[in-house]
């Protein structure tokens, strides 16, 4: 069945579809942060981090995703307060709490009885688990964080851009700070559903770095790469319904793949224009 | 009257290593001064401390009356390295209104009057032509003149200026001096310089500081003082190297 027809048969293909453009919708508003205050290895260290989270609620049984959240809010408060007290070089703690939480998650799940599929899931996404409670519940937080970002946008452009300046205006800066890695904290758990904690820092990057490369504000780089995550993320089901395919690697690869084209495209665009305006300065002197 | 910068025996050793001592400098509203002195003899230190950034070991600094750090707002600031990165996708007028941050409601997006209140700083800098672009293609005079408009949109009573030449041609060199020069009406206004030509026929008074200050003339510069201060700067190179 084409996966189309399939879409329109079958809700838990529809609940997918949603889930994932739902995905992609956070990932286009955060990830222009991410990228310009060049922060994707810290959001690789928060989105690791989380398996410790995701490990204990499994021990405990309970939902492994309330476990990412609340260790996603924990990890980046954490490596943000220690980051800005400036106690040690910010890489090195980032790597201590990636590697240290993955160690806690697999530690706790080998103590863990029993059946570990919705763990995979996690570890690599699957949209195809997707349920109705999730499509509203991504929904709630996809708008919050619109809402959230709609406030404070300004402020936080202004740390992001030039922090010291900002905090002689009395701006709390560091405030500002923590509060946009908690934002991508809770964006991490959105994805994670996508496409798994492992390949978050893919759609948390490559979309928000493909849309720098053709137009030169933050806001239109979140609305071209939401447009473009979306995009990826729906071919990218589309794609592993249709070939019978792990969802999460297809979207990931997909979105590589239009990141390295954009990349290209831009490159050449701008060799051709300086070959030409190259070949203009000369034509006028002759 | 309570002078607008009031430095009293401050003093600061990093490491170590002693940058600034028993540096006394008080001054009063609307003077233009120019603070000279050779590569890190702790000229961008004094600025920094003038704004709270750092704290000094010693001694005590009032801004306006008040502590640096209260004071903060009502300074504008021209640091001499800028922190960000050229290819911030952002544009030149969204830089400017920096300085209006702190004034005015802290949500939600900037307010057709912010953009209005930046208009005359646009003018008295002329880079009208500059509004809508990206700082990406500017050039390093152009960008320092944006870096003033900042700093001046934030309606400041001081203004302290780190090198704000460093990067611009002699004629845009002029008619920056002569711009400062014209803001003296009614800012306080503190530039470093290591130019001692431009800065003597512009400013009120120059004192020059390498670890300690030196202050070169309390009245008007005049050709006389001018001479006398090449005289001895030229010397204090000399001493130092």
Same mark, same amino acid.
């Given at each position: 069945m084409n996966?189309?027809?399939?879409l329109?048969?079958?809700?838990?293909?529809?609940?997918?579809?949603?889930v994932?453009?739902?995905?992609?919708m956070?990932?286009g508003?955060?990830? =222009?942060?991410?990228?310009?205050?060049?922060?994707?290895?810290?959001?690789g260290?928060?989105?690791?981090?989380?398996?410790?989270?995701?490990?204990?609620a499994?021990?405990?049984?309970?939902?492994?995703?309330?476990?990412?959240f609340?260790?996603?809010?924990?990890a980046?408060? $954490?490596?943000?307060?220690i980051?800005l007290?400036?106690?040690?070089?910010?890489?090195?703690?980032?790597?201590?709490?990636?590697?240290?939480?993955m160690a806690?998650?697999?530690?706790?799940?080998?103590?863990t009885?029993?059946?570990r599929?919705?763990?995979?899931?996690?570890?690599?996404?699957?949209?195809m688990?997707s349920?109705?409670?999730?499509?509203?519940?991504l929904?709630?937080?996809?708008?919050?964080?619109?809402?959230?970002?709609?406030?404070?946008?300004?402020?936080?452009?202004?740390?992001?851009?030039?922090e010291?300046?900002?905090?002689?205006?009395?701006? +709390?800066?560091? %405030?500002?700070?923590? *509060? *946009?890695?908690?934002?991508?904290a809770?964006?991490?758990v959105?994805?994670?559903q996508?496409?798994?904690?492992?390949?978050?820092?893919a759609?948390l990057?490559? =979309?928000?770095?493909?849309?720098?490369?053709?137009?030169?504000?933050?806001v239109g780089?979140?609305?071209? %790469?939401?447009?473009m995550?979306?995009?990826?993320?729906?071919a990218?089901?589309?794609?592993?319904?249709?070939a019978? $395919?792990p969802?999460?690697a297809?979207?990931?690869?997909l979105?590589?793949?239009?990141?390295?084209?954009?990349?290209?495209?831009?490159?050449?665009?701008?060799?051709?224009?300086?070959?030409? %305006?190259?070949?203009?300065?000369?034509?006028?002197?002759? | 009257?309570?002078?607008?910068?009031?430095?009293e025996?401050?003093?600061l050793?990093l490491e170590?290593?002693?940058?600034?001592e028993d540096?006394?400098?008080?001054?009063p509203h609307?003077?233009f001064?120019?603070?000279?002195?050779p590569?890190?003899?702790g000229?961008?230190?004094?600025?920094r401390?003038?704004?709270?950034?750092?704290?000094p070991?010693?001694?005590?600094?009032?801004?306006?009356?008040?502590?640096p750090?209260?004071?903060?707002?009502?300074?504008?600031y021209?640091?001499?390295f800028?922190?960000?990165t050229?290819?911030? +996708?952002i544009?030149?007028e969204?830089?400017?209104?920096?300085?209006?941050?702190?004034?005015?409601?802290?949500?939600?997006p900037w307010?057709?009057?912010?953009?209005?209140?930046?208009?005359?700083?646009?003018?008295?800098l002329?880079?009208?032509?500059?509004?809508?672009?990206?700082i990406e293609?500017?050039?390093?005079?152009?960008?320092?003149?944006?870096?003033?408009?900042?700093?001046?949109?934030?309606?400041?009573s001081?203004l302290?200026?780190d090198? =704000?030449?460093?990067?611009?041609?002699?004629?845009?060199?002029?008619?920056?001096?002569?711009?400062?020069?014209?803001?003296?009406?009614?800012?306080?206004?503190?530039?470093?310089?290591?130019?001692?030509?431009?800065?003597?026929?512009?400013?009120?008074?120059?004192?020059?500081?390498?670890?300690?200050l030196?202050?070169?003339?309390?009245?008007?510069?005049t050709?006389?003082?001018?001479?006398? $201060?090449?005289?001895?700067?030229?010397?204090?190179?000399?001493?130092?190297?």
């Amino acid at each position: 069945m084409n996966f189309i027809a399939a879409l329109l048969e079958q809700p838990f293909l529809q609940q997918a579809l949603l889930v994932g453009l739902l995905a992609g919708m956070a990932s286009g508003l955060i990830g =222009p942060y991410v990228v310009v205050k060049r922060i994707g290895y810290m959001a690789g260290g928060i989105a690791h981090t989380v398996l410790a989270g995701m490990g204990v609620a499994f021990f405990l049984g309970s939902s492994p995703m309330v476990g990412a959240f609340i260790c996603a809010i924990i990890a980046a408060l $954490l490596i943000g307060c220690i980051s800005l007290s400036g106690i040690d070089q910010e890489d090195t703690l980032i790597s201590a709490f990636w590697a240290v939480g993955m160690a806690v998650g697999l530690l706790f799940i080998s103590q863990t009885p029993g059946y570990r599929t919705d763990l995979m899931s996690l570890l690599f996404g699957n949209l195809m688990l997707s349920t109705r409670t999730m499509v509203f519940g991504l929904g709630g937080i996809v708008a919050a964080l619109a809402i959230i970002l709609g406030l404070i946008h300004r402020p936080l452009v202004a740390v992001i851009f030039d922090e010291e300046f900002t905090r002689l205006r009395g701006v +709390p800066t560091r %405030a500002l700070y923590l *509060l *946009l890695l908690c934002l991508v904290a809770v964006t991490i758990v959105v994805l994670l559903q996508a496409v798994g904690l492992i390949m978050v820092i893919a759609l948390l990057t490559l =979309p928000a770095a493909l849309a720098g490369h053709h137009v030169r504000s933050l806001v239109g780089m979140m609305v071209m %790469a939401s447009l473009m995550s979306m995009l990826f993320i729906g071919a990218g089901l589309g794609v592993a319904w249709q070939a019978d $395919l792990p969802a999460g690697a297809t979207i990931v690869l997909l979105t590589g793949i239009g990141y390295i084209i954009s990349l290209t495209g831009h490159r050449l665009n701008r060799l051709f224009r300086r070959r030409q %305006a190259a070949s203009g300065t000369e034509r006028s002197h002759s | 009257m309570e002078p607008a910068i009031d430095l009293e025996h401050v003093g600061l050793t990093l490491e170590g290593q002693s940058i600034l001592e028993d540096v006394s400098l008080r001054v009063p509203h609307q003077q233009f001064l120019g603070l000279i002195g050779p590569n890190g003899g702790g000229k961008s230190t004094l600025l920094r401390m003038m704004l709270g950034l750092m704290r000094p070991d010693s001694g005590r600094i009032r801004m306006l009356g008040r502590s640096p750090r209260h004071a903060a707002r009502s300074i504008g600031y021209v640091p001499q390295f800028t922190r960000f990165t050229r290819s911030f +996708p952002i544009s030149v007028e969204d830089v400017v209104l920096m300085g209006r941050l702190g004034s005015g409601r802290w949500w939600g997006p900037w307010r057709r009057q912010d953009r209005r209140a930046i208009d005359g700083v646009f003018e008295t800098l002329a880079i009208e032509a500059l509004r809508h672009r990206r700082i990406e293609g500017l050039s390093g005079g152009q960008m320092q003149r944006v870096l003033i408009a900042r700093a001046l949109a934030c309606q400041p009573s001081i203004l302290l200026l780190d090198e =704000p030449t460093a990067s611009v041609d002699t004629d845009g060199e002029r008619a920056l001096f002569d711009l400062f020069a014209h803001l003296r009406c009614d800012t306080t206004i503190v530039l470093i310089s290591h130019d001692l030509g431009f800065i003597s026929d512009h400013v009120d008074r120059v004192v020059c500081l390498n670890r300690t200050l030196i202050d070169h003339a309390a009245e008007p510069v005049t050709a006389d003082t001018i001479a006398q $201060l090449y005289g001895q700067q030229v010397r204090m190179v000399h001493h130092h190297h």
